[in-house]
């Protein structure tokens, strides 16, 4: 029997996708996935490294792991994937020498090659932090059951990886290394087989996915490459949503915000991080826009799209931000009316400039300003929430809610979620219900009026 595997990830829908690449890449050469750590034959932690917490999660299981499979189970491998993993490399072995198999995010595609050595004896322990051209088209295979009733609706789409900005805070264009962006003909390829099993939207993943093709594919009638694809994802038939994330401020041209008016299956959702909502931290951090431009791109999209659904991310507190600049951050949140915002506690990371900034805040000084932020963002999201009341709404039905799993779950085009009294049959179904009741971050939708089409 070929051995079992689970992997466990930590942090953003590109790892997500990643650990689901890496289950397909080892379901294909005959491993299976197991149900749980207990009885998995290997252990693998796709890693975070965007804030230490993240880093320090993965670290403290590894240990508790190793220390519980040197005593139960000692033949289990373990090992670790993704953004840590190419940050400390080696280290992670040193550290832990439990660990036997260290890869890093151009290698991903690799593992399946590297548990086969360690299982056939070959190497006891692997290391692989090195680039590899071409590896932003190895995360490509799914897992899909086919055209079944358990087939998911959804899908992620890796279209890129890397990054080029280089904000001052961010350790991601170290970890995840430069941009380098698939082919417009391989990433529909890829969509089209999606579509073919049955999934009815995708999400286009890249760290800053509007950055899309920007070295490889020529403007062409003033669309940027990442406009190109969205035309090409548009045209597959079976694909009836597209979203994307997470963008930057500085991919939203007129082409894109035109696109929206002119892409139906493109829906009314953006994420857009905006870090902050003072200039001058603007500019400490890189990120190469002002609130007034942000503003703008905000008002654009409004304007094709009423409807839109923004969210953003925020950070607190940058090292030498005042209670002047966090005021305009508020005041930003306030004027944007964001439908909900992720507030990033700053964590200084290795090797980024900002970890070497003066002004670094106290852990007591960013909770104050966290939980006033939260409160705000909170306030504003609820009264968001409150106006889809008595609205009909669009979703597209994903399956059974997580939290109660006798309820089905969908999404509005503009990204809420609504949980209404549905069944199996509603799975994989675009359809309008009548919003009842909001709660916190979640609609309820009347079963009653269902009318499904
Ligand atoms: N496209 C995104 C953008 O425009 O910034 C990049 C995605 S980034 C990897 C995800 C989020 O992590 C960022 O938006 C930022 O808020 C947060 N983040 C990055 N570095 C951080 C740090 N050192 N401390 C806290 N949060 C951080």
Same mark, same amino acid.
């Given at each position: 029997m070929m051995p079992s595997v689970y992997i466990k990830t930590y942090g953003c829908q590109m790892n997500e996708r990643d650990s689901e690449a890496v289950a397909a890449q080892l379901v294909a050469k005959g491993y299976t996935l197991a149900?749980?750590?207990?009885?998995?034959d290997v252990i693998l932690l796709n890693t975070c490294s965007v804030r230490d917490a993240a880093e320090q999660k993965a670290i403290g299981k590894m240990q508790t792991l190793a220390a519980e499979m040197r005593r139960t189970r000692p033949e289990v491998v373990l090992g670790f994937l993704g953004c840590m993993a190419q940050s400390r490399g080696q280290q992670l072995i040193d550290k832990?020498?439990?660990?036997d198999l260290v890869v890093g995010t151009q290698k991903f595609h690799r593992t399946a090659d590297y548990l086969d050595d360690i299982f056939a004896g070959k190497r006891t322990k692997v290391v692989d932090v090195g680039e590899e051209q071409?590896?932003?088209?190895?995360?490509r295979e799914h897992i899909l059951n086919g055209n079944?009733?358990?087939?998911?609706?959804t899908a992620f789409v890796s279209i890129m990886q890397g990054c080029?900005?280089?904000?001052?805070?961010?350790i991601v264009p170290y970890t995840r290394g430069g941009e380098r962006s698939r082919t417009i003909p391989d990433i529909v390829a890829e969509c089209r087989e999606l579509a073919a099993r049955g999934v009815r939207e995708i999400t286009l993943l890249g760290?800053? %996915?509007?950055?899309? #093709?920007?070295?490889d594919i020529p403007v062409r009638d003033g669309k940027s490459g990442f406009v190109q694809l969205l035309e090409a994802v548009h045209e597959?038939?079976?694909?009836e949503r597209i979203r994307f994330t997470?963008?930057?401020?500085?991919?939203?041209g007129d082409d894109l915000v035109e696109a929206y008016a002119r892409l139906?299956?493109?829906?009314?959702?953006a994420h857009l991080p905006?870090?902050?909502?003072s200039d001058r931290l603007l500019k400490l951090m890189h990120r190469g826009y002002t609130r007034e431009r942000f503003l703008g791109i905000i008002e654009k999209l409004r304007r094709v799209r009423p409807e839109m659904g923004i969210t953003t991310d925020i950070i %607190?507190?940058?090292? #030498?931000?005042?209670e002047l600049d966090f005021e305009e951050t508020l005041s930003l949140a306030r004027e944007v009316e964001f439908d909900n915002a992720y507030i990033f506690k700053y964590s200084p990371r290795k090797d980024t400039p900002a970890a070497a900034m003066?002004?670094?805040?106290?852990q007591a000084a960013k909770e104050e300003r966290n939980a006033r932020l939260l409160a705000l963002i909170n306030e504003i999201g609820a009264r968001h929430y409150e106006k889809c009341v008595g609205r009909q709404e669009q979703i597209l039905v994903e399956g059974p809610?997580?939290?109660?799993?006798?309820r089905m779950m969908g999404r509005t085009r503009n990204n809420k979620i609504v949980v209404f009294e549905?069944?199996?049959?509603?799975?994989g179904q675009i359809m309008d219900v009548k919003i009842k009741r909001a709660g916190s971050f979640t609609l309820y939708g009347d079963p009653a009026i269902l009318n499904v089409d």
């Open positions: 149900s749980s750590e207990a009885v998995a832990l020498p439990d660990v071409g590896s932003e088209a190895a995360i079944t009733a358990e087939s998911p609706v080029n900005q280089y904000c001052t805070f961010c760290q800053i %996915v509007t950055s899309y #093709g920007k070295r597959i038939e079976g694909v997470s963008p930057h401020p500085k991919g939203y139906p299956k493109l829906v009314e959702s905006v870090q902050s909502g %607190v507190v940058l090292p #030498g931000e005042t003066p002004g670094q805040v106290a809610s997580k939290k109660n799993p006798a549905g069944s199996g049959r509603h799975r």
